[in-house]
């Protein structure tokens, strides 16, 4: 018999937040408003380190056009992912930006906490970005459910090692834990590090369903399939 589920570790984009959110409203946010953000935050050390850290990437390029490259072709760089984080809690906090939420993921994460599973969330997103997306969602402050949020510091997220990370850092054994996501790579590498696994496929999003792998098109039939709470 499979260990019981304690923990579910969950991802974001078209898990819990329709792809259409993220790249039609957070993405070109961040887009509009970097340039901004350069030129006027250059000295702040959180924006000085990240930008830093461009440089380094990319030498002898100006950082504006290393990030914009790196957005233009989605790739999930660390220094992005957190100069964007900075300007979405702007977004957030000034009320142009509230996070998006499909209806049935408040429901079952309060359910799921109450049951007594920890819950955590693991994104290519910086830990800020989803810290601000989940604080400020559609549904109200979801954060206290969560125990940990874990993003591409821990490792990437088609790699075996970072679930064996995360695993540790929860100081709990990997088979009493549960990832949910909609990209099989993901969940192959989760798998191979000791989890249990489930694909959510949002029709919405145009998810393909992975061979080999459980799927629920929501968070409450996942639940259902592994009874979590």
């Known amino acids: ?38 030129a006027g935050r250059a000295d702040d050390p959180a924006v000085a380190a ?34 964007q984080g900075l300007l979405w809690r702007e977004g957030y906090e000034d009320g142009c930006l509230s996070g998006e939420l499909y209806p049935d993921v408040a429901p079952a994460l309060a359910a799921w906490r109450a049951a007594g599973l920890r819950l955590f969330v693991y994104s290519s997103g910086s830990v800020e970005a989803q810290r601000l997306l989940f604080g400020h ?17 821990t490792g990437a997220k088609r790699e075996e090692a970072s679930y064996r990370a995360i695993a540790a850092r929860a100081g709990c054994d990997p088979a ?6 909609d990209v099989g790579a993901e969940l192959a590498a989760a798998a191979a590090a000791g989890f249990a696994v489930c694909q959510l496929v949002r029709p919405a999003d145009g998810t393909v369903a992975a061979d080999g792998y459980p799927i629920a098109a929501t968070l409450a039939e996942a639940g259902r399939l592994f009874s979590l709470g």
Do not use: N
Request: zero cysteines; aromatic letters at 8%.
């Open 137 to 153: 969602s559609t549904e109200g402050d979801l954060t206290p459910l969560f125990e940990g949020f874990f993003d591409t510091r």
């Open 1 to 38: 018999m499979p260990d019981p589920v304690r923990a579910v570790v969950i991802d974001i984009e078209g898990t819990t937040t329709p792809i259409a959110f993220v790249h039609r409203v957070l993405f070109p946010y961040a887009r509009a408003h970097l340039p901004r953000l350069l």
């Open 50 to 83: 990240e930008l830093a850290a461009v440089r380094a990437a990319a030498p002898g390029q100006d950082p504006l056009d290393t990030l914009l490259g790196w957005m233009d072709a989605d790739v999930k760089a660390t220094p992005l992912k957190a100069l």
């Open 176 to 181: 009493a834990m549960l990832f949910l996501s």
